[in-house]
């Protein structure tokens, strides 16, 4: 039974309709891949987070705090 089954394989996959069969998704595959390495290599854009903060000391130097008002509790954002 197993030799006939891989027999019958075999035969599918060197006729034209194997070879078609196999050559979708091996192209799918390829294509798939190359999109993944370029999106890798060219990576994607990162968001900038600023720290909140109510003044000058809660941000790390060179960054200064700007549009806080810590009378009224408003806290404002760390950056140069």
Do not use: W, Y
Not at 39 to 62: I, Y
């Amino acid at each position: 039974m197993k030799k006939n089954l891989r027999g019958k394989i075999r035969e599918f996959v060197q006729s034209e309709e194997g070879k078609v069969g196999i050559k979708s998704p091996l192209t799918l595959g390829v294509a798939t891949g190359s999109v993944l390495l370029a999106q890798m290599v060219v990576g994607t854009p990162q968001t900038v987070a600023f720290k909140e903060c109510l003044g000058h000391g809660d941000c790390m130097f060179p960054e200064r705090c700007h549009n806080a008002n810590p009378d009224l509790g408003i806290k404002g954002t760390c950056h140069e």
